[in-house]
């Protein structure tokens, strides 16, 4: 389970509450599919760099349009589908892409059902894309309302903070 506190300095943040609260409330509510236990480090109203070699990508499409991005390193992903499939997983393979898909359908119908009355709502998803690797870039088109959470994954094994973290970021435009 993810844990929350949401400072009310978040107002100050150019993005509006309901999609940070939805993005921390999905991933706390999906993860425990994985028994994954998270806490929320951080938000980012701009794009950053996506950190980790394991990247969900899910399509949106309603009253808004977009993307929801789950991006991880090879070790959470393998503690995360280990968890989901009740099996230790040593290294990436095609179980551990499919789980991460799966958790970014998890975490996309949980923000979707948090924005479904919301001017954020959509409703409709795409089949999740699994990116696989380093240096790559997502650009980013103007106009479009971005928010990365950031979580640390309580993982006793991962000495360097790198090793511990996932990210779920949303960019959407309003149609």
Not at 10 to 19: F, G, I, T, Y
Not at 51 to 59: D, E, H, L, N, Q
Request: aromatic share 6%.
């Amino acid at each position: 389970m993810s844990t929350m506190t949401l400072p009310d300095s978040l107002a100050s943040l150019p993005v509006d509450p309901a999609l940070a609260r939805a993005i921390v409330e999905a991933v706390g509510e999906s993860l425990t599919m994985c028994h994954a236990k998270t806490r929320m480090v951080g938000l980012s109203a701009v794009p950053i760099y996506e950190p980790g070699s394991v990247t969900a990508v899910i399509g949106v499409h309603g009253r808004v349009s977009g993307f929801i991005t789950f991006n991880t390193c090879e070790q959470v992903a393998l503690s995360l589908a280990g968890g989901f499939l009740q099996e230790p997983m040593d290294k990436l393979n095609g179980q551990v892409i499919d789980c991460m898909g799966e958790i970014a359908n998890l975490i996309s119908g949980g923000v979707k059902k948090r924005l479904s009355s919301t001017d954020w709502a959509f409703n409709s998803v795409t089949v999740p894309s699994v990116i696989v690797g380093h240096n790559y870039q997502i650009a980013y088109a103007k106009g479009i309302q971005y928010l990365a959470v950031t979580f640390e994954h309580q993982n006793a094994d991962a000495f360097l903070l790198e090793h511990r973290l996932l990210q779920v970021a949303v960019s959407f435009v309003r149609l």
